[in-house]
C-alpha cells in the first residue's frame, strides 16, 4: 500500500470503570491512495506522552512512510522501527509505532476484504469473556457484590486490581485483599475464575507476597499479574519457587525484544501484551510466537478504547496460546459509542466481528466529540 494521509488525535474521556476519572489516548486515522481507511491506537495515557506520540507520528514516523512510497505492512513495520532506534527503543516511539502499524493492518485486511483473524488463521472462534475491573468501591461487601453482579451478567472470570484509586482501601493491603478473594470465592463458588492484578499501586516485597499468595491460593487463584516492579526479577523468581500460582507480568514492557528479555528471565507464565504499546499488531504477533516456542500464555492487555479491544481481540483469536478475553465490565464512550457495533460478551464469550480488517466502523464524530489537545 501507498499512504496518502496520516491524522493523529489525542482523546479524553471520563471512565465509569475508574470512578469517571479522565482517562486519554491517542488514535491515529490513515489513508491509502487507493482511500481505504485504517485506525490505529497508542495508549500513551498522559497529556505529555500523548502530545509527544502526536509529534512522533507527524514529524516523525509519517513522514518516512510516505516518502518510501508502496510498502507492504511487514516493510514499514520494520522502517519505523530503523528510524526510532536513534531517540531509544521502547516507551513513547512503540506507542507511535503500535498506532500506524495498527492501522496499517486495518488497511490490509480490508484491502483484502477479510477480517484479520482470518487473515492470519483463526485457532477458535471465541474465547471466555473476563470483567477486567479496579476494586474501588466504598467497602468489602460492595467490592465481592460488584464481582458478583459480573459473573451474573455472564463473564466467567474477573479480575481485581488492587491499589486503585478508590471510595476505599479495599485491595490496598494483603489482608483486605485476601478477605475480597475469600470472600469472592464463598459467596460465587467454584465457577468463577479469580485472577488478581496487583500493578503499580502496591508494592510488595518478597516475604509478603510470598504469605499473600500463598494464602490468595487457598481460595484458587487462576494467576497473580505485576506483583512486582517488573525489573526485580529476583522477587519474581523467590514467588515463582515459592507458590504453584501461575504469575503474569509484561504490561510495561514495549519492544519484541523487551519480551524476550522477560522470556529468558524464567520468571513469569503469563505474559501481558497490548498491540497499543508493545510494537503494534506486529509486534504482538511475534511476542506471540516466541511465547508460544517457551510454552507461556499470552493475555491481551486492551482496556482502552474498542479499536485496541477489536485488534486484541483478532489477535487472541487467532493465537494458540491465549484462553481468556479482558473486557471492560461498565459501558464507557470509547467502547459503546465509538464503534457501530460494540464489542461485547455473549453467554459469557467473545467473538470477533465479521467486517474485514478490524471489522469495525469508527463514527467520526464521537471522535471529534472526545478530542482534546491535551
Not at 471520563?14 to 470512578?19: E, G, S
Not at 477489536?310 to 483469536?317: V, W
Request: proline share 5%; with cysteine.
Amino acid at each position: 500500500m501507498k499512504l496518502a494521509h496520516v491524522q493523529p488525535y489525542i482523546l479524553r474521556y471520563p471512565d465509569p470503570n475508574d470512578l469517571d476519572r479522565a482517562r486519554m489516548t491517542v488514535l491515529v486515522r490513515l489513508v491509502s491512495a487507493e482511500g481505504v481507511v485504517g485506525w490505529g491506537e497508542a495508549i500513551a495515557m498522559w497529556p505529555e506522552a500523548c502530545r509527544a506520540t502526536v509529534v512522533l507520528i507527524e514529524q516523525g514516523l509519517a513522514p518516512v512512510l510516505m516518502q518510501a512510497g508502496e510498502l507492504t505492512v511487514a516493510q514499514c513495520w520494520r522502517k519505523m522501527r530503523e528510524h526510532t532506534w536513534w531517540y531509544g527503543e521502547g516507551g513513547i516511539a512503540s506507542f507511535a509505532l503500535s498506532a500506524i502499524d495498527m492501522a496499517l493492518w486495518d488497511i490490509h485486511g480490508k484491502q483484502e476484504g477479510k477480517p484479520l483473524s482470518i487473515l492470519w488463521g483463526r485457532a477458535r472462534e471465541q474465547l471466555p469473556a473476563n470483567a477486567s475491573c479496579h476494586v474501588n468501591k466504598q467497602s468489602l461487601a460492595a467490592c465481592i457484590d460488584e464481582a458478583l453482579g459480573f459473573h451474573a451478567e455472564g463473564f466467567r472470570s474477573v479480575k481485581l486490581g488492587l491499589g486503585k484509586k478508590s471510595l476505599s482501601t479495599v485491595g490496598h493491603d494483603p489482608e483486605s485483599s485476601i478477605a475480597l478473594v475469600a470472600g469472592l470465592r464463598r459467596e460465587a463458588g467454584p465457577g468463577l475464575e479469580i485472577l488478581v492484578d496487583v500493578g503499580n499501586g502496591l508494592r510488595w516485597d518478597a516475604d509478603t507476597a510470598i504469605d499473600t499468595v500463598r494464602r490468595m491460593a487457598e481460595h484458587e487463584i487462576g494467576w497473580i499479574e505485576e506483583p512486582f516492579y517488573p525489573t526485580f526479577l529476583d522477587d519474581y523468581r523467590a514467588l515463582r519457587a515459592a507458590v504453584n500460582v501461575p504469575i503474569a507480568s509484561g504490561e510495561r514492557e514495549w519492544t519484541v525484544s523487551g519480551y524476550q528479555r522477560l522470556i529468558d528471565s524464567g520468571t513469569v507464565d503469563v505474559l501481558g501484551v497490548d498491540p497499543a504499546r508493545a510494537e503494534g499488531i506486529t509486534g504482538f504477533r511475534e511476542i506471540d510466537r516466541r511465547a508460544g516456542a517457551a510454552g507461556m500464555t499470552v493475555n491481551a492487555h486492551a482496556w482502552s478504547t474498542a479499536i485496541t479491544t477489536a485488534a486484541s481481540l483478532h489477535l487472541s483469536l487467532s493465537s494458540p496460546n491465549t484462553r481468556l478475553f479482558e473486557l471492560k465490565p461498565f459501558p464507557v464512550a470509547v467502547q459503546q459509542e465509538l464503534v457501530a457495533l460494540p464489542l461485547a460478551q455473549v453467554d459469557g464469550f467473545v467473538r470477533a466481528p465479521d467486517g474485514p480488517g478490524l471489522g469495525i466502523d469508527v463514527d467520526e464524530a464521537v471522535v471529534q466529540r472526545l478530542r482534546c489537545d491535551a
